[in-house]
């Protein structure tokens, strides 16, 4: 029985907030349908799925999944908007994802949601979330108005996590760092440069020494991490050569980079499969992506990668176990 790690909730709360506001984002009608609108030509349609609970666990019994990581959508989530009314659209949200999990508990585990664009209070509000509200965990966008995690702006959230001793979530949000470079092909946002920022807020993590700073944080990258696994080789060769005698980290990238566990989401089997190898199996957890991504396929993509039928326990949920404390 799987555990989830990377999928998103729209809270009834939020898409009312939506359907009220007149900037972006804003929900529309669009050829008759409800749409999110993130900004001009890009509109995602609201689905049931999205928020309805319900159906989220008949989907999930159907597909063998146990237990869903629950958090509020990154993408024109509360990162889109000012501070305060991020931090008023946080707070409600993690009050809504935390009742749920109580409701159903073992079937869903709260990650808080903060706003990025105002630290000291993601921090506060991350510490509210775990400690009144029965949060487990955060998802965090890998970057915010031009700063990657990394930045020292967000110290203060990362010192929390570790304190408190819960998971971050790196997620990618809307824009990629690379949206310029990427025009007049703007699809590809999302396709690739979403991939290109998860691999540069791992790379700089490492390069910053956040993880040498707090040994009691555990970090998950999604998306298979992006694209750093496929680069380890050259990481470690411009470690030795370019840097001789003066080294830019205490140890290897290849090493530093297995302090990260990563997400399968929206992964080919044969890329989870290069990722396991590189990786190491062990730092595998499932992520289906959900509702953008549909379950079964993700599963398959775990089961069918070549995978020993012990690593695929793994990968599905005794890493995720392990992650959550049990």
Request: with cysteine; glycine share 8%.
């Amino acid at each position: 029985m799987a555990i989830d790690f990377h999928t998103y909730v729209q809270t009834r709360s939020y898409l009312e907030r939506l359907r009220k506001r007149s900037g972006y984002p804003r929900i529309e009608q669009v050829n008759g349908r409800e749409a999110i609108l993130a900004g001009p030509g890009t509109a995602r349609p609201v689905r049931p799925e999205q928020s309805d609970i319900e159906a989220r666990l008949a989907a999930m019994d159907a597909s063998g999944i146990q237990t869903q990581i629950l958090r509020l959508q990154n993408v024109s989530g509360v990162d889109a908007f000012d501070p305060a009314e991020g931090l008023e659209i946080a707070q409600s949200a993690n009050e809504e994802l935390g009742q749920v999990a109580l409701r159903h508990r073992g079937r869903f585990i709260a990650f808080a949601t903060v706003t990025m664009r105002d630290p000291a209070a993601a921090a506060r509000e991350l510490e509210r979330a775990v400690t009144k509200l029965g949060h487990r965990g955060v998802g965090l966008s890998a970057g915010c108005e031009g700063d990657l995690l990394d930045s020292p702006r967000y110290e203060e959230v990362l010192a929390t996590a570790a304190r408190l001793r819960v998971p971050v979530f790196i997620l990618p949000n809307h824009p990629s760092s690379i949206d310029a470079s990427l025009e007049p092909y703007d699809w590809l946002s999302g396709a690739f440069g979403f991939q290109v920022d998860l691999s540069l807020v791992a790379l700089r993590l490492v390069c910053a020494g956040t993880l040498d700073r707090y040994p009691d944080l555990n970090v998950i990258i999604a998306n298979l991490g992006g694209v750093f696994p496929m680069a380890v080789q050259r990481l470690d060769h411009f470690w030795e050569r370019m840097n001789a005698g003066t080294r830019p980290i205490p140890v290897k990238p290849s090493v530093a980079l297995r302090r990260f566990h990563i997400g399968t989401a929206s992964a080919h089997p044969a890329s989870i499969l290069m990722a396991a190898r590189i990786m190491g199996a062990d730092r595998l957890v499932f992520g289906s992506d959900y509702p953008s991504f549909a379950f079964d396929s993700a599963i398959d993509a775990v089961r069918k990668c070549g995978l020993t039928p012990e690593e695929v326990e793994s990968v599905l949920s005794g890493n995720g176990r392990r992650l959550l404390g049990g």
